[in-house]
């Protein structure tokens, strides 16, 4: 078995969570909010005013991608992944 690394997660579980991210279900915007909300770029986790500021979009909305992303993550047994990435930060 593959060692945690320092945000406690294994590497398969981080590379299974970016191949999904990355793939053809999941939209530029739904991947960047998700990114961005969860730390999974530069390691801070913007808030949902912050990620609206940044695609010039209401809070309202990021909050709507969000809701749908983490429901896609839940039906692809991903978002225990996202979550640990982002309390690790």
Same mark, same amino acid.
């Given at each position: +078995?593959?060692?945690?690394?320092?945000?406690?997660?294994?590497?398969?579980?981080?590379?299974l @969570?970016?191949?999904? @991210?990355? #793939?053809? *279900?999941?939209?530029?915007? &739904?991947?960047?909010? =998700?990114? @961005? %909300?969860?730390?999974?770029? &530069?390691?801070?986790?913007y808030?949902?005013?912050?990620?609206?500021? !940044? %695609?010039?979009? =209401?809070?309202? *909305?990021?909050? /709507?991608? $969000? #809701?749908? +992303? /983490?429901?896609?993550? !839940? $039906?692809? *047994?991903?978002?225990?992944?996202? *979550?640990?990435?982002?309390?690790?930060?």
């Open positions: +078995m593959s060692k945690p690394h320092a945000d406690g997660l294994v590497p398969d579980a981080r590379k @969570l970016e191949a999904y @991210l990355n #793939g053809p *279900e999941v939209t530029y915007q &739904d991947r960047e909010v =998700t990114k @961005l %909300f969860y730390g999974l770029g &530069d390691g801070y986790s808030s949902l005013k912050e990620i609206a500021r !940044i %695609f010039k979009t =209401t809070p309202e *909305e990021i909050q /709507r991608i $969000n #809701g749908e +992303m /983490r429901l896609k993550l !839940i $039906n692809q *047994e991903l978002l225990w992944v996202a *979550e640990k990435a982002q309390k690790a930060k």
